[in-house]
């Protein structure tokens, strides 16, 4: 298929500067890689962002416009049959891809690979700051005021997988239990092995959907491996289970929709070893997207 990439320049989920500059670097990065389209989106030169910890509701309204610009444009070329790849940014602007996502194929089931389940509210947020509300925004569960230029459908609770996990706040946790979201944690990885988990995951997330928007966010792998991430958790998986998780993805990508790595932080990173993993990621995601074929039927589960 046609790939269009989406740089998301976008720091304003998240107190800790630099996540806006992840995009230009990668995209630069993959310059002799990458021959395809691409379009970059940056945060206004003019927005004083707020970094305060007791503001609930940090860059709000910043975040809605851009992430409505990057919304609209992303359902234009969904609609042309691009294959939309998304390159954060913090996880905020996952709100806009993933509902573009589901504007135009409808019905669409999500992976979320995170160390954090992203399941917070503007009521049980700790921090304010709203790369912790994405995936709760796209599963329609509250935060209504971040999604307000969105008049598709939601992707389904039941449709959802989050892979990974290890940080929930103690109100998010509640969340999460109470909106049914599957959840394989970092120690379900280490006990089952990625391939069963991915198993599963795809398997839920792809019943009787259309296909499948994968959220990777760079912050699953542990911080040792992967420091350059604006809130980096212990105890994350390593280099190799990230690269097994992207591989299964690449294997199945007849069932993928719409994909999104973010999290990349080039100010939090130490000898490029973030960026490194994040461009082999994202070569195999391109290459995948290139040999997609448009009428290829998904897998039956
Ligand atoms: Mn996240």
Redesign the pocket.
Known sequence: MRTMIFGAGTDLGVHIDGADLGPVQLMNDLKSFYKGESMMFSKDKDIIKSRNLSDRRKNEYEIEKFNSLLYKNMVDKIKEEYFPIMIGGD?SAAIASALASTKVNIDVGMIWI?A?T?YNTFETTVTGNI?GL?LATINGYKNSDLRSYHDGRIIQTSKTVIIGARSMDDAERDNVRYSGVTVFTTQDIKEKGVEAVMEEAFKIAGFKTKGIHVSY?L?VIDPDICPGVSIPEFDGISEEEAMQINEYIVKNFKDVLSFDL??FNPLRDIDRKTEQIALNILAQIIRAAENKKKFEQKTYY
């Open positions: 996880h995170d954090h992203d790369h994405p966010d912050d973010v999290e």
